[in-house]
């Protein structure tokens, strides 16, 4: 499966997409958990299914994915199917993806902060070819710890091109 990148002329798509995932969610500290404390094959687990769900046009488990945060803005799957299908007009429906990194850090939100773990993949549309935009996924632990839920996802670009990394 593969996504296409938001651009900021698509900020509201942009945040309905990452939800919560806040522009602070990357920042790195050394006084608090980063996403090292969450296992990486079990972040990629749940990561997998977003992306699976996403190419087979699933809103219905992908929400059951969602953190409690992303719901305050995407109350159900339907209304995550329609954010998927404005998605989907402006970049094509996702087909392919392919893992290309993992990233660690702290997630914030309000006062709250956790560990996550950020998963990007390239991906494939029906507009455009693998490797133009990338996807990331967000895992980190839910509010109660109990389990492993994704905080936001989106399609995301680099203004300058896409890193050697992620190529």
Known sequence: MKLNSLTLPRLPLILALFGVLGFSSCAQKTEHPNGNSIVYNDGLVLANKVTDDLVQDNATDLFDHMDEGFTTLVKNSEELEKVLKNM?????????????ACQTGYRVDGTYERPRRSYL???????????????????????????LVTSGFGIITYPKGIPDYLK
Not at 132 to 143: A, D, G, Q, R, T
Request: hydrophobic share 30%; charged share 20%; glycine share 8%.
């Open 88 to 100: 989907y007009k402006q970049y094509g429906k996702p087909v392919a993806v392919e893992l290309k």
């Open 121 to 147: 993949y390239a991906c494939q549309t029906t507009k455009y070819p693998m490797g133009n935009y990338i996807m990331k996924v967000e895992v980190v632990p839910s509010h109660d710890l109990g389990k």
